[in-house]
Protein backbone atom coordinates (compact mmCIF):
# COMPACT_ATOMS: atom_id res chain seq x y z
CA UNK A 1 0.00 0.00 0.00
CA UNK A 2 1.53 3.38 -1.35
CA UNK A 3 2.37 5.70 2.15
CA UNK A 4 0.23 8.31 2.07
CA UNK A 5 -2.87 6.14 0.62
CA UNK A 6 -6.02 6.01 3.03
CA UNK A 7 -6.32 3.15 4.92
CA UNK A 8 -9.47 0.94 4.38
CA UNK A 9 -12.53 1.49 6.80
CA UNK A 10 -12.56 -0.33 9.40
CA UNK A 11 -15.59 -2.71 9.40
CA UNK A 12 -16.16 -5.95 11.28
CA UNK A 13 -16.72 -9.84 10.69
CA UNK A 14 -18.70 -11.26 13.88
CA UNK A 15 -19.79 -14.03 12.17
CA UNK A 16 -18.83 -17.81 9.83
CA UNK A 17 -20.96 -16.73 7.48
CA UNK A 18 -20.16 -13.22 7.28
CA UNK A 19 -16.20 -13.78 6.53
CA UNK A 20 -17.23 -16.67 3.66
CA UNK A 21 -19.14 -13.79 1.67
CA UNK A 22 -16.32 -11.59 2.39
CA UNK A 23 -14.03 -14.38 1.24
CA UNK A 24 -15.94 -14.23 -1.91
CA UNK A 25 -14.37 -10.58 -2.94
CA UNK A 26 -10.59 -12.01 -1.75
CA UNK A 27 -10.20 -9.38 0.21
CA UNK A 28 -10.36 -8.58 4.16
CA UNK A 29 -8.18 -5.42 3.96
CA UNK A 30 -9.29 -3.22 7.11
CA UNK A 31 -11.91 -6.00 8.16
CA UNK A 32 -11.73 -6.62 12.18
CA UNK A 33 -12.94 -10.43 12.47
CA UNK A 34 -14.06 -11.36 15.61
CA UNK A 35 -13.66 -14.63 17.63
CA UNK A 36 -15.13 -16.33 14.73
CA UNK A 37 -13.16 -19.91 14.47
CA UNK A 38 -11.12 -19.97 11.00
CA UNK A 39 -9.22 -23.24 11.51
CA UNK A 40 -11.30 -24.75 8.09
CA UNK A 41 -11.18 -21.70 6.40
CA UNK A 42 -7.08 -21.80 5.78
CA UNK A 43 -7.66 -21.63 2.24
CA UNK A 44 -9.86 -18.41 1.84
CA UNK A 45 -7.23 -17.16 4.23
CA UNK A 46 -4.20 -17.85 2.50
CA UNK A 47 -5.45 -16.35 -1.10
CA UNK A 48 -6.82 -13.35 0.25
CA UNK A 49 -5.74 -10.06 0.84
CA UNK A 50 -4.97 -9.02 4.68
CA UNK A 51 -3.74 -5.56 4.67
CA UNK A 52 -4.18 -3.81 8.08
CA UNK A 53 -6.90 -6.63 9.34
CA UNK A 54 -7.52 -7.17 12.60
CA UNK A 55 -8.46 -10.91 14.04
CA UNK A 56 -9.00 -10.71 17.32
CA UNK A 57 -9.64 -14.62 18.83
CA UNK A 58 -9.55 -16.62 15.62
CA UNK A 59 -8.34 -19.66 15.95
CA UNK A 60 -6.99 -20.58 12.62
CA UNK A 61 -4.23 -23.02 11.47
CA UNK A 62 -0.36 -22.37 11.91
CA UNK A 63 -0.20 -21.80 7.95
CA UNK A 64 -2.77 -19.11 7.94
CA UNK A 65 -1.58 -17.57 11.20
CA UNK A 66 1.49 -17.25 9.47
CA UNK A 67 0.37 -15.78 6.09
CA UNK A 68 -2.25 -12.88 7.51
CA UNK A 69 0.73 -11.69 9.55
CA UNK A 70 3.23 -11.71 6.63
CA UNK A 71 0.09 -9.39 5.01
CA UNK A 72 -0.10 -7.37 7.44
CA UNK A 73 -2.94 -8.18 9.74
CA UNK A 74 -2.58 -8.13 13.33
CA UNK A 75 -3.60 -11.11 14.88
CA UNK A 76 -4.95 -11.48 18.74
CA UNK A 77 -4.98 -15.18 19.34
CA UNK A 78 -7.30 -17.12 21.62
CA UNK A 79 -6.14 -17.14 25.13
CA UNK A 80 -6.53 -20.83 26.75
CA UNK A 81 -8.35 -21.96 29.69
CA UNK A 82 -9.99 -18.66 30.23
CA UNK A 83 -13.94 -19.60 31.40
CA UNK A 84 -15.02 -16.52 29.11
CA UNK A 85 -14.26 -15.30 25.66
CA UNK A 86 -12.18 -11.96 26.14
CA UNK A 87 -13.17 -10.98 22.11
CA UNK A 88 -16.74 -12.30 22.22
CA UNK A 89 -18.78 -10.84 19.29
CA UNK A 90 -21.93 -11.08 21.29
CA UNK A 91 -23.62 -10.62 24.77
CA UNK A 92 -24.61 -13.49 27.15
CA UNK A 93 -27.62 -15.25 27.31
CA UNK A 94 -29.55 -17.00 30.52
CA UNK A 95 -28.08 -20.51 28.91
CA UNK A 96 -24.83 -19.77 28.98
CA UNK A 97 -24.06 -17.77 31.72
CA UNK A 98 -25.34 -21.11 33.33
CA UNK A 99 -24.64 -23.56 31.51
CA UNK A 100 -24.10 -27.37 33.40
CA UNK A 101 -26.46 -25.55 36.10
CA UNK A 102 -28.21 -28.88 36.31
CA UNK A 103 -25.41 -31.41 35.66
CA UNK A 104 -22.58 -30.21 37.71
CA UNK A 105 -24.19 -27.13 40.21
CA UNK A 106 -23.95 -23.44 39.85
CA UNK A 107 -20.28 -23.21 40.94
CA UNK A 108 -19.25 -25.17 37.98
CA UNK A 109 -20.86 -22.90 35.60
CA UNK A 110 -19.05 -20.39 33.23
CA UNK A 111 -20.81 -17.74 35.23
CA UNK A 112 -19.28 -19.07 38.59
CA UNK A 113 -16.29 -19.85 37.23
CA UNK A 114 -15.59 -16.71 35.76
CA UNK A 115 -16.05 -14.79 38.68
CA UNK A 116 -13.39 -17.29 40.50
CA UNK A 117 -11.11 -16.24 38.00
CA UNK A 118 -11.85 -12.38 38.65
CA UNK A 119 -11.38 -12.96 42.47
CA UNK A 120 -7.99 -14.85 42.21
CA UNK A 121 -6.33 -12.62 39.30
CA UNK A 122 -8.00 -9.15 40.59
CA UNK A 123 -5.61 -8.97 43.51
CA UNK A 124 -2.31 -9.41 41.88
CA UNK A 125 -1.87 -7.30 39.94
CA UNK A 126 -1.60 -9.12 37.00
CA UNK A 127 -1.02 -7.07 33.76
CA UNK A 128 -2.71 -9.69 31.16
CA UNK A 129 -5.35 -10.52 33.47
CA UNK A 130 -6.45 -6.48 33.82
CA UNK A 131 -6.00 -6.18 29.84
CA UNK A 132 -7.85 -9.01 29.99
CA UNK A 133 -10.69 -7.89 31.68
CA UNK A 134 -10.57 -4.45 30.12
CA UNK A 135 -10.41 -6.02 26.49
CA UNK A 136 -13.88 -7.98 27.50
CA UNK A 137 -15.35 -5.22 28.81
CA UNK A 138 -14.92 -3.10 25.57
CA UNK A 139 -16.23 -5.88 23.14
CA UNK A 140 -19.43 -6.68 25.48
CA UNK A 141 -19.60 -2.86 24.99
CA UNK A 142 -19.88 -3.04 20.73
CA UNK A 143 -22.43 -5.88 21.10
CA UNK A 144 -24.28 -3.67 23.13
CA UNK A 145 -24.22 -1.30 20.96
CA UNK A 146 -24.58 -3.02 18.50
CA UNK A 147 -27.94 -5.03 20.06
CA UNK A 148 -29.23 -1.59 20.93
CA UNK A 149 -29.24 0.30 18.14
CA UNK A 150 -32.83 1.79 17.64
CA UNK A 151 -34.21 0.76 20.68
CA UNK A 152 -35.80 2.86 22.75
CA UNK A 153 -34.25 2.02 26.20
CA UNK A 154 -36.13 2.48 29.61
CA UNK A 155 -33.70 1.55 32.87
CA UNK A 156 -35.12 0.12 36.14
CA UNK A 157 -33.16 0.36 39.06
CA UNK A 158 -33.56 -1.15 42.36
CA UNK A 159 -32.02 -3.08 45.07
CA UNK A 160 -31.21 -6.66 44.99
CA UNK A 161 -33.08 -7.67 48.34
CA UNK A 162 -36.27 -7.54 47.10
CA UNK A 163 -37.94 -11.31 47.45
CA UNK A 164 -40.09 -13.02 45.19
CA UNK A 165 -43.43 -14.01 46.79
CA UNK A 166 -43.56 -9.82 47.74
CA UNK A 167 -45.96 -7.19 46.57
CA UNK A 168 -42.98 -4.97 46.06
CA UNK A 169 -41.52 -7.95 43.26
CA UNK A 170 -45.10 -8.47 41.80
CA UNK A 171 -45.39 -4.91 41.49
CA UNK A 172 -42.02 -4.35 40.04
CA UNK A 173 -43.03 -7.25 37.59
CA UNK A 174 -45.96 -5.42 36.39
CA UNK A 175 -44.05 -2.54 35.66
CA UNK A 176 -41.48 -4.51 33.41
CA UNK A 177 -44.02 -5.98 31.51
CA UNK A 178 -46.24 -2.51 30.97
CA UNK A 179 -43.07 -1.12 29.96
CA UNK A 180 -41.79 -4.08 27.24
CA UNK A 181 -45.95 -4.03 26.18
CA UNK A 182 -45.61 -0.38 25.26
CA UNK A 183 -42.24 -0.81 23.32
CA UNK A 184 -39.85 -0.01 25.56
CA UNK A 185 -36.51 -1.87 26.15
CA UNK A 186 -36.31 -2.85 29.60
CA UNK A 187 -33.06 -2.87 31.34
CA UNK A 188 -31.78 -3.23 34.22
CA UNK A 189 -28.41 -4.66 36.64
CA UNK A 190 -29.29 -7.74 35.65
CA UNK A 191 -29.18 -9.34 39.04
CA UNK A 192 -31.97 -10.64 41.93
CA UNK A 193 -34.63 -8.79 43.53
CA UNK A 194 -35.93 -5.75 41.92
CA UNK A 195 -33.57 -6.49 39.20
CA UNK A 196 -35.24 -9.85 38.40
CA UNK A 197 -38.63 -8.85 38.76
CA UNK A 198 -38.25 -6.00 36.19
CA UNK A 199 -36.61 -8.54 33.37
CA UNK A 200 -39.13 -11.04 34.39
CA UNK A 201 -42.21 -8.92 33.65
CA UNK A 202 -40.92 -8.08 30.37
CA UNK A 203 -40.38 -11.87 29.87
CA UNK A 204 -43.95 -12.35 30.55
CA UNK A 205 -45.38 -9.45 28.45
CA UNK A 206 -45.90 -11.43 25.26
CA UNK A 207 -48.15 -14.04 27.07
CA UNK A 208 -51.97 -13.69 28.59
CA UNK A 209 -51.81 -12.06 31.81
CA UNK A 210 -52.67 -14.84 33.88
CA UNK A 211 -49.42 -16.07 33.08
CA UNK A 212 -47.80 -13.75 35.57
CA UNK A 213 -49.73 -14.61 38.53
CA UNK A 214 -49.15 -18.21 37.98
CA UNK A 215 -45.67 -18.23 37.39
CA UNK A 216 -44.63 -15.26 40.33
CA UNK A 217 -46.81 -18.66 42.17
CA UNK A 218 -44.08 -20.63 41.03
CA UNK A 219 -41.10 -18.30 41.92
CA UNK A 220 -42.07 -17.96 45.03
CA UNK A 221 -41.16 -21.12 46.07
CA UNK A 222 -37.57 -20.12 46.30
CA UNK A 223 -38.06 -16.69 47.49
CA UNK A 224 -33.77 -15.76 47.39
CA UNK A 225 -30.66 -16.68 45.40
CA UNK A 226 -29.91 -17.41 49.60
CA UNK A 227 -28.87 -19.75 50.71
CA UNK A 228 -28.18 -21.34 47.26
CA UNK A 229 -28.46 -19.77 43.68
CA UNK A 230 -28.44 -23.21 42.24
CA UNK A 231 -31.94 -23.45 43.65
CA UNK A 232 -32.93 -19.65 43.06
CA UNK A 233 -31.72 -19.93 38.83
CA UNK A 234 -33.52 -23.18 38.76
CA UNK A 235 -36.75 -22.07 39.19
CA UNK A 236 -36.62 -19.06 36.69
CA UNK A 237 -35.59 -21.76 34.57
CA UNK A 238 -38.46 -23.75 35.34
CA UNK A 239 -40.69 -20.89 34.24
CA UNK A 240 -39.12 -20.14 31.20
CA UNK A 241 -39.93 -23.94 30.30
CA UNK A 242 -43.32 -23.98 31.41
CA UNK A 243 -43.77 -20.63 29.31
CA UNK A 244 -41.45 -20.43 26.82
CA UNK A 245 -41.05 -17.85 24.19
CA UNK A 246 -41.19 -14.42 26.19
CA UNK A 247 -40.33 -11.19 25.49
CA UNK A 248 -36.82 -9.91 25.42
CA UNK A 249 -35.03 -7.34 28.13
CA UNK A 250 -31.43 -6.57 29.18
CA UNK A 251 -29.71 -7.35 31.80
CA UNK A 252 -26.36 -5.64 33.06
CA UNK A 253 -24.38 -7.09 36.20
CA UNK A 254 -21.11 -7.48 36.77
CA UNK A 255 -18.90 -9.86 38.60
CA UNK A 256 -17.06 -7.37 40.48
CA UNK A 257 -20.43 -8.23 42.47
CA UNK A 258 -20.40 -12.01 42.46
CA UNK A 259 -22.19 -12.59 44.96
CA UNK A 260 -25.45 -11.11 42.91
CA UNK A 261 -25.78 -14.03 40.14
CA UNK A 262 -27.38 -13.04 36.98
CA UNK A 263 -31.07 -13.63 36.74
CA UNK A 264 -32.31 -15.64 34.15
CA UNK A 265 -35.16 -13.85 32.51
CA UNK A 266 -32.91 -10.78 30.93
CA UNK A 267 -33.26 -12.38 27.00
CA UNK A 268 -29.80 -10.47 26.70
CA UNK A 269 -26.95 -10.35 29.25
CA UNK A 270 -23.72 -7.33 28.81
CA UNK A 271 -21.74 -8.77 32.07
CA UNK A 272 -18.56 -6.70 32.84
CA UNK A 273 -15.61 -7.23 35.37
CA UNK A 274 -15.84 -3.62 36.07
CA UNK A 275 -18.56 -2.03 38.03
CA UNK A 276 -17.32 1.22 36.85
CA UNK A 277 -17.85 0.71 33.27
CA UNK A 278 -21.13 -0.92 34.39
CA UNK A 279 -22.86 1.34 35.81
CA UNK A 280 -22.07 4.06 33.11
CA UNK A 281 -22.80 1.79 30.57
CA UNK A 282 -26.10 1.21 31.38
CA UNK A 283 -27.51 4.22 32.95
CA UNK A 284 -25.73 6.26 29.21
CA UNK A 285 -28.28 3.81 27.43
CA UNK A 286 -31.99 4.01 28.66
CA UNK A 287 -32.50 7.07 26.24
CA UNK A 288 -36.42 6.98 27.63
CA UNK A 289 -36.12 7.15 31.48
CA UNK A 290 -34.89 5.59 34.54
CA UNK A 291 -36.78 4.09 36.99
CA UNK A 292 -35.47 4.02 40.45
CA UNK A 293 -37.60 1.44 43.02
CA UNK A 294 -36.67 1.47 46.55
CA UNK A 295 -33.33 0.30 46.92
CA UNK A 296 -30.02 0.97 49.09
CA UNK A 297 -26.25 1.75 48.50
CA UNK A 298 -26.21 0.78 44.70
CA UNK A 299 -29.17 2.37 44.19
CA UNK A 300 -28.59 5.89 45.57
CA UNK A 301 -25.22 5.49 43.72
CA UNK A 302 -27.26 5.25 40.09
CA UNK A 303 -29.75 7.90 40.95
CA UNK A 304 -26.53 10.46 40.87
CA UNK A 305 -24.65 8.79 38.29
CA UNK A 306 -27.55 9.62 35.99
CA UNK A 307 -27.99 13.05 37.55
CA UNK A 308 -24.72 14.55 37.08
CA UNK A 309 -25.21 14.04 32.96
CA UNK A 310 -28.80 15.54 33.42
CA UNK A 311 -27.04 18.03 35.24
CA UNK A 312 -24.69 19.41 33.50
CA UNK A 313 -26.01 18.22 29.58
CA UNK A 314 -23.34 16.54 28.71
CA UNK A 315 -25.50 13.88 26.98
CA UNK A 316 -28.01 16.71 25.22
CA UNK A 317 -31.57 17.13 26.64
CA UNK A 318 -31.83 15.83 30.19
CA UNK A 319 -33.40 11.98 30.10
CA UNK A 320 -36.74 11.29 32.44
CA UNK A 321 -35.57 9.82 35.90
CA UNK A 322 -38.96 8.75 38.10
CA UNK A 323 -38.23 7.78 41.75
CA UNK A 324 -40.81 5.33 43.33
CA UNK A 325 -42.19 5.30 47.14
CA UNK A 326 -42.38 9.02 48.70
CA UNK A 327 -41.39 7.36 51.95
CA UNK A 328 -38.29 5.55 50.77
CA UNK A 329 -36.80 8.44 49.35
CA UNK A 330 -37.66 11.28 51.30
CA UNK A 331 -37.48 9.48 54.43
CA UNK A 332 -35.65 6.16 54.79
CA UNK A 333 -32.90 7.25 51.86
CA UNK A 334 -33.69 10.93 51.11
CA UNK A 335 -32.29 11.14 47.83
CA UNK A 336 -35.22 12.99 46.65
CA UNK A 337 -34.77 16.27 48.59
CA UNK A 338 -31.18 16.73 47.19
CA UNK A 339 -32.30 15.62 43.88
CA UNK A 340 -34.33 18.09 43.77
CA UNK A 341 -32.49 21.07 45.00
CA UNK A 342 -29.81 19.81 42.85
CA UNK A 343 -31.80 20.15 39.88
CA UNK A 344 -33.45 23.68 41.24
CA UNK A 345 -32.84 25.89 37.74
CA UNK A 346 -31.64 23.48 35.47
CA UNK A 347 -33.54 21.67 32.50
CA UNK A 348 -33.20 18.75 34.51
CA UNK A 349 -35.91 20.16 36.84
CA UNK A 350 -38.80 19.16 34.07
CA UNK A 351 -37.55 15.85 33.60
CA UNK A 352 -37.41 14.18 37.32
CA UNK A 353 -40.61 13.52 39.51
CA UNK A 354 -41.32 11.23 42.54
CA UNK A 355 -44.40 9.20 42.20
CA UNK A 356 -45.78 6.83 45.42
CA UNK A 357 -46.20 3.72 43.62
CA UNK A 358 -45.49 1.85 40.41
CA UNK A 359 -48.56 1.75 38.24
CA UNK A 360 -47.90 5.74 38.08
CA UNK A 361 -44.55 4.92 36.38
CA UNK A 362 -45.61 4.89 32.68
CA UNK A 363 -47.74 7.55 32.82
CA UNK A 364 -44.88 9.79 34.92
CA UNK A 365 -42.58 8.50 31.74
CA UNK A 366 -44.96 9.54 29.38
CA UNK A 367 -45.54 13.35 30.90
CA UNK A 368 -42.07 14.11 31.47
CA UNK A 369 -40.71 13.06 27.93
CA UNK A 370 -43.36 15.68 26.74
CA UNK A 371 -41.62 18.45 28.66
Given at each position: ?22 A ?5 A ?25 F ?50 Y ?20 I ?28 V???H ?38 N ?6 P ?53 E ?6 S ?15 L ?21 E????N ?5 G ?17 P??P ?34
Open positions: MPADSTPPPAREIETLEEFDRILTGSFGYRVQAVDLTDRTFALLVADTTQAVLGCPMEPQALAHVRAGGALVFPPVPHLPFDPYRATLYSPAELYADLAVAGEHTPDARSYDWFTQTAAGGDLASMLRSIHDDAVTDALDEHLAGARVVGMGGAMKRGTDAYAGAARLGRDLARAGMTVATGGGPGAMEAAFGAYAAHEDVMLGKALSVLAGVPSFRPSVGAWAAAAFEVRERWPEGGSSLGVPTWFYGHPPNAFAHIAKFFANSVREDTLARCNSGVVFLPGAAGTVQEIFAATPYYASREPTPMVLVDRHHWTEELAWLLSALARDHAMAWRITLVESVTEVPGALARLEEK
